[in-house]
């Protein structure tokens, strides 16, 4: 950008903050929220776990699909294989999803894509309703692959769109609902892969099924809500338009307080209009941000819920608990997951970004020692098992303040309107390639280093924390211009600090 352009922007930059008035959450945009969380966020949720029950069912319908086809039964290996092909094409359906969200964000818009989007819910819960009566396991598999597009999809735009939508000041609360609601996806998915609701013989494909409901949702009432004022201003160039949707947005006439930002933030991002993938890579004074998604993202699931989930069920079974009852427990600690990511929601934008993925990772971290530890003696100390499930919750309580909702959050927010689809592409892959590669290696893996695996977590998470600790800055009730102004400068103290440094 031009050093005379740049000063005169500044100089404007210094009443940004009192231009842009802090907003309130309208009836509107909680309407807005609440239908984009759940109509798309519930289904990634609701769709990473809905297999770990019937699990033993749907094996059996395999073999006996197999059976009335070829008068044998599936050998071990072969049933193996088609369920791993059931359970990875999920994540397999993310990542294709990934590669299409961005461009097709940035082409027909946030909401017409959420919209489209349900397409593919509506048709995977068909499918999954009619493998069972027509004797088909392939129609499940395929299915997997096609709500998989789905939910990468919707965990790229989904995040993008409340960003763009909120204001600054609610920004990070209006985010993190849509964490709250894959969360809400996991309780339900539990809830009802109960042997006492859906997780029976005849119950499971009406499990699967389930998903199509929040899509059928989103068609209906989404339609009613305007497009991201960001998109409309900064990359169609259509202020009217933008204007209309802020006034339905903020429920008043007067925003041209915010619309002075989005001209702002217009001009300021001139020089990265168009920003592809590649060229987000390659541009220098962007790449400190890509390292940061990238590295968070990988603590995010390398450390994940999922890892810890499959231990505790072991753990629990430990203490004595009938294995039936296991399953109770578990739907416990995903309510308790929810009461914290509901905390999060309120507390995210007083508190800090920053200050909660420090506090998630450092429990985790701290959780992981005691974890291992208890473990260790859990076959010497009996009594220790109780232990090892309270660091299990303690765990899990980390993890849901900070690790999980907010990367998605600070990835909004690290990058300007024409790039964002682009960063969270790239934040994305590496989410789908690292869920996709935990699904195929990590239980073989557990297999030998059962207690000591949670070090190689808290490697992880130790190493996370270290990296947010020196890199990231905090990024509460700022506008994007801000938060971009304060990434080069923060940039820029550390370059002079190693200069000094080499001095």
């Known amino acids: 950008m031009p050093r005379t352009f740049r000063g005169m922007f500044f100089k404007e930059e210094k009443n940004l903050v009192w231009i842009v008035s802090s907003s309130e959450l309208t009836k509107t945009l909680t309407q807005v929220t609440l239908v984009s969380a759940f109509g798309s ?6 769709n990473l776990v809905v297999l770990n029950y019937p699990a033993q069912l749907m094996q059996q319908f395999y073999n006996q699909t197999y059976r009335k086809r070829n008068n044998l039964s599936m050998d071990t290996e072969l049933l193996m294989f088609v369920w791993g092909l059931t359970v990875t094409f999920f994540p397999v359906g993310g990542l294709v999803g990934t590669l299409l969200a961005r461009t097709l964000a940035d082409h027909c818009g946030r909401k017409h894509i959420l919209l489209v989007n349900n397409f593919f819910s509506v048709v995977a819960a068909v499918l999954f309703c009619c493998s069972k009566a027509t004797h088909c396991y392939e129609l499940i598999i395929f299915a997997r692959l096609v709500i998989g597009i789905s939910a990468g999809i919707a965990c790229s735009v989904v995040p993008i769109y409340l960003g763009e939508i909120s204001p600054h000041n609610l920004r990070g609360a209006v985010i993190v609902v849509s964490h709250f609601f894959i969360t809400f996806g996991v309780l339900v998915a539990q809830a009802l892969s109960l042997h006492v609701v859906l997780g029976t013989r005849r119950g499971w494909p009406m499990l699967l099924s389930v998903t199509g409901v929040p899509a059928l949702f989103q068609i209906f009432l989404l339609p009613r809500f305007p497009e991201s004022p960001r998109y409309l201003l900064i990359q ?20 041209e307080d915010e619309m002075v930002e989005l001209r702002m933030e217009d001009n300021f991002e001139k020089p990265e209009k168009q920003m592809s993938v590649c060229k987000l890579v390659l541009c220098r004074s962007q790449q400190w941000q890509i390292l940061s998604i990238v590295v968070m993202t990988l603590g995010q699931h ?3 819920l999922n890892t810890i989930r499959y231990y505790a069920e072991v753990i629990y079974l430990s203490t004595g608990v009938q294995e039936d009852y296991v399953r109770y427990i578990t739907v416990m600690i995903s309510a308790t997951v929810i009461f914290i990511t509901t905390i999060t929601v309120f507390v995210v934008d007083s508190s800090g970004r920053r200050v909660l ?5 450092g429990i985790c971290s701290i959780s992981c020692i005691l974890l291992a530890m208890a473990l260790e003696l859990q076959n010497t100390i009996p009594w ?3 232990f090892s499930t309270a660091f299990v919750i303690l765990y899990v309580i980390g993890h849901s303040v900070g690790p999980s909702p907010i990367p998605r959050v600070m990835v909004t927010e690290m990058f300007l309107q024409s790039s964002r689809a682009s960063a969270f592409m790239i934040g994305e892959i590496v989410h789908w390639l690292t869920h996709f590669f935990l699904d195929i290696v990590f239980l073989h893996i557990t297999v030998d280093i059962r207690p000591y695996s949670f070090l190689v977590i808290l490697f992880v998470c130790t190493a996370t924390y270290a990296y947010i ?22 940039m820029a103290q550390r370059s002079l600090g190693k200069m000094q440094l080499g001095k």
């Open 41 to 46: 966020s519930f289904q990634y949720g609701y």
């Open 236 to 255: 169609k160039g259509n202020e009217e338009e933008a204007r209309k949707a802020l006034q339905k947005l903020r429920e008043r006439d007067e925003v």
């Open 302 to 304: 390398l450390s994940g």
């Open 357 to 361: 993925l420090l506090t998630g990772f």
């Open 384 to 386: 220790m098992c109780y």
């Open 469 to 490: 600790y020196r890199m990231v800055p905090e990024t509460k009730k700022k506008t994007f211009v801000e938060i971009r102004k304060l990434m080069e400068d923060h």
